[in-house]
């Protein structure tokens, strides 16, 4: 009990701290500032000259909490795992040869070739139910309680939906009455039931439909706004020309919300190449589910053999490269035209 | 009102079907069933897990959810008392008792003595036991065993039944979870992990997006693009060498490890700071110009712009980041098992939840009430704040 007790208390005073002391630092430093460099007491170019050299250092000022935290947890650590793949699990240095062992390792081509499968699946299926409800919803008078609840799973952690599905993929023997619903509806039409999570091939699939669930209500809200922004006119137009709900769909919507697809999509591949959660909880890449992070998990914790874990952290990275390079350019692009 | 309708049926041509049909528009029939459809795709495997946990644990484990308002029927059997209950009565020996035990909710369809029979007799009749003497059990699964001469059976003979178990709801199974499997103590924890780190990194986002947003300096626009770009690192990359970092200030001061409330507290705090500079930034920047720039004619120093002005103006991105936060950090495992660890006090729900998966596999009562109270704090988040989420959404995917 009293160590319950001292965890509140904890963290109570851990908000306390934080709130007076980032309150304390920006007040005090932005005191400081004016009161050592002021103007007041100067004559003609050194009022200026002051100015000036105020004005640069503000920023400064107020970016440094921010900048630590990013450099020490992030930039930092990012550049030391890439220094220990070259590292051999005592901290010899070994050259390529974890990337040599990777990509001759079994389990490592399986994951790859299981997250190729997770990156065509689930950013297409996220992406078109997504489009297809935000579409439905948006003529419908009840579109927006169906939108709420079609969002929902977005709040559920990864192991929360795992569990719920896990339930719903659940597996007795044939003769046994099925408590989950997939067996329940394959049994229902005389077919045998399948432990699906164990299905060779096809037990993959089955755990993305998890993230597809998920991810869909994010692409829908995405897309909704966006579709939404189309000009009136052109539906109009393309009514009076004749078109039919499809025609309107495919060749006046969708190219006009094109950009926004392209983000959605590569959005949602992010959050692919990252997946951990689902595979841990429910397969722990077992029957040939295996997927790059939860294999860099089993090799930095299970291993312990960090040189190896950061080789396949690397390799997640470099996937992710060409996406966070394309996000700079446009946002520099944006930046040009404010 | 109903003129208008009539004439306007009547200008239809005239065709073989009845009239009411063809007021109905099929096209916008069908959007109401695809979406209507869709929709309980996306909702019925939740709402399987809410029934579940809400039903009696002996009824969940034979029965799908669905049929959880329906009467389930089994076969079950049960050891009858040793000889030494035997009690004289009336000149004869008896036995007595109830085959469902302490259970008074379930209702007998038929008994028998063997595996092969268990449907031998109806509640009420009388069948010779082996070991002497004769049973009869009634539909409350009482049971009378009386034989002329003493019982002297070492061995308990069994007794096989069909039951029919009415539906019946109950809170048990979150009794449970809570109490025995220690889902309270990571109820707590979950909350002790995801309040500070909620919080810390707010006030140093809305300074940092500030100075990115309104004012001049070098280097701006590397670190802007620097944010834009850490967004998407993965955090698999930060995870072993912040782990040693962590083991190594530990061993300096003599702890154990390094895993501690104050370590998670600080990485999800760095974890979250892209997105909280990004989309405060955006919001930020999005102000008015003319009212930072006459503010600045004033005479006014940033500090007092920001303070007195964008912060107050920014509450709708602020909340719209706590959110995110809130939830990330709650639906997190992966830094909550590295930086925290999996020891019993320290699991997170998540964490905790996993460990139910792996040692209660079978017992979906107890993983489905689990299940639930994991999600049920972020549900109701995100119902309560559904309009700041979808706006921090909106703003937040890199446009």
Redesign the interface.
Known sequence: MS??IQ??I??VI??AI??AG??AY??GT?WLL?RFLSSNNATGDEITRRDNVR??I???L??F???L??A???????L??FR?SFFDKVGNFVGFSNYLWAFGDSNFQQSILNNIEWLIVVPFFATA?GL??AV??D??WW?NI?K?????????????A???????Y?YRAAGQ?????LN?IVTGLGLPPQAWITLPFWNSFFLMVVLI?IQ?G?AM??LS?ALRGVPEETLEAARIDGAN?FRIFFDIMIPQIWGTII??WT?IT?VV??V??II??MTNGQWNTEVL?NF??KW??VNFD?GR??T???I??LA?LP??IW??R???A??GT? | MTTAVDTATEIRPATGAPRFLSRIDV?RLM??L??LL??AL?????A??LI?SLRDKDQ???????TALTTSESQAVTRLPTADTQVQKDGKWVITGNVFGTDSNKQLGAFGTSNNEPAAAVPGASLPMSDGGTITIQVDGSFVWSSDKQFTFTRAPRIFYEVAIPPRFTLDNYKEVLTANGVA?SF??S??VT??AT??PI???A??A???AW???PF??F????????????????????L?MYNNIAKFFGAEDGKT??GI???H???G??LA?YLLRNYM?GLPKEIMESARIDGA???KI?TGMVLPLSFPALASFSIFQF?WV?????VA??FLGAQE?KLV??GK??SL?GSRGNN?EI??A??FV??VV??I???SL?RYF?RG??AG???
């Open positions: 160590d319950i965890q509140i904890g963290a851990a908000i934080a709130l980032a309150v920006f007040w932005n004016d004005s640069q503000r920023p400064w107020f970016l909490p921010a900048l935290f990013l020490v947890y992030l930039v930092y650590p990012a030391e795992t220990l139910f297809v409800i439905l919803a003529r419908l579109g169906a709420s609840l079609v969002f929902m799973p977005m709040a559920i952690s990864f192991v929360g795992s569990v719920i599905w896990k339930f719903v659940d009455q099925q408590i989950g619903v329940a669930w869909t994010f809200v995405i706004a709900g983000v959605v959005t992010i190449l990252k951990f959660d841990f909880a992070a860099m998990f930095m914790f960090y874990g950061s396949v952290a690397v997640i990275m992710v996406i966070m996000n700079i446009r946002a520099n944006e930046e404010r | 096209g959007t109401h695809s979406l869709l929709v996306w909702t019925f495997p939740t399987g897990l579940s969940l484990a034979v029965s799908g959810w669905w103590r707590l924890n909350f002790t309040i500070p919080i810390i006030l140093m986002a300074f940092a500030y100075a990115l004012m001049r300096f701006r626009g670190i802007v693009a620097l944010v834009v770009g850490l967004l998407v690192v993965p955090l698999q990359m930060s995870l072993i060498p912040l040693s409330y104050l507290w600080l990485a705090t760095a974890f700071l892209p500079i920047a120093s940033h500090f920001f939830l709650w639906n997190d495992l992966l098992m590295v006090g729900l998540t939840l996993v998966l979906w993983l489905t689990g299940a994991t999600i972020p549900l988040v995100f119902f559904q979808v959404l909106l995917s890199v446009k």
